[in-house]
C-alpha cells in the first residue's frame, strides 16, 4: 500500500510558488497496476517522486507499507563523484541486500566493464542509463514505478532489459507514467489524474483516461 496523508508540494524558485499537489490524499491498493495521467506540468514525476522517497513532501506524509522501487532507471540517486562500483554497494546496503549479489547482477547485465570502476560523473548518459537500470533490476520490489519506458542501449541491450523486465513486472504492480495510452491500457487497470493540486483515482483505467483527454484539449 502507498498512501498519500494530505499531501502538499510546493517548489520556490527565484521567489515563485508553484504548488504541485494541494492537501492531496488517496491510496494505492496493493495487488493492482495503476497508471498516473495529467497534463504537463501537472506533477506526474514529482509524484512518483514522492511514493519513491527520493523528494519529501513540503506537508503531510507518505506511508509506505510495500517495498518500492525509485522510478524505474531513474540514476538521480547516485553520487556522482562515487565509481558505479561503490554506487551500487552503497544502494545495495540501504536496501539491505547482499552487496557482492547486487554487484555481480549489475555488472554482468550493465556490460560497463572497466567502467564500473570510475566515477559515475564521467559517464555518457547511455552508460548512466545501464548503471540504473541495471540497479533498478537487481533489487526485487512488490511495486515497481516507471516514469516513461525509454530505450536503453542497442537493439541486444534492450532485448536483454525486456526479458528481466518481464520476470519482475510478472510479480510485481506497477506504477506508471507514460504519454502512450496504450502503453497506459497495457500495464494498469486503474488510473490517478492529476490536475489542479489533486489527485483523483479512477478504478477503470479507460476512465481516467476520458479525463485525462478532455483536459489536455
Known amino acids: 500500500m502507498i498512501r498519500f496523508d494530505s499531501v502538499t508540494k510546493i517548489y520556490k524558485t527565484d521567489g515563485y510558488r508553484r504548488t504541485i499537489l494541494d492537501r492531496s490524499s488517496f491510496t494505492l ?38 517495498r518500492v522501487s525509485w522510478p524505474l532507471g531513474f540514476a538521480g540517486g547516485f553520487h556522482p563523484m562515487m565509481t558505479g562500483r561503490e554506487n551500487v554497494i552503497f ?16 555488472e554482468e547485465f550493465s556490460e560497463l566493464g572497466d ?26 520490489f512488490d511495486c515497481y514505478l516507471v516514469d516513461e519506458i525509454t ?20 510479480n510485481a504492480d506497477i506504477v506508471m507514467c507514460s504519454h502512450s495510452m496504450e502503453t497506459i491500457k497495457s500495464y494498469a487497470s486503474q488510473g490517478i489524474v492529476l490536475a489542479n493540486g489533486r489527485a483523483v483515482i479512477y478504478p477503470d483505467i479507460n476512465d481516467a483516461i476520458e479525463v485525462y483527454q478532455r483536459l489536455n484539449q
Open 91 to 106: 544502494v545495495a546496503r540501504i536496501h539491505g541486500e547482499d552487496p557482492r549479489k547486487i554487484l555481480a547482477f549489475v
Open 115 to 140: 567502467y564500473m570502476n570510475v566515477p559515475i560523473r564521467n559517464y555518457s548518459s547511455g552508460m548512466g542509463s545501464r548503471l540504473a537500470f541495471g540497479m533498478s533490476m537487481a533489487i526485487p
Open 151 to 170: 530505450g536503453v542501449g542497442d537493439a541486444r541491450f534492450q532485448m536483454r532489459c525486456e526479458e528481466v523486465w518481464s520476470k519482475r513486472r510478472a
Open 29 to 66: 491498493k496493493p495487488g493492482v497496476s495503476y497508471g498516473v495521467l495529467g497534463i504537463n506540468g501537472a506533477g506526474k514525476s514529482t509524484t512518483m517522486r514522492l511514493m519513491s522517497g527520493s523528494e519529501l513532501p513540503t506537508r503531510g506524509r507518505v506511508i509506505r507499507t510495500t
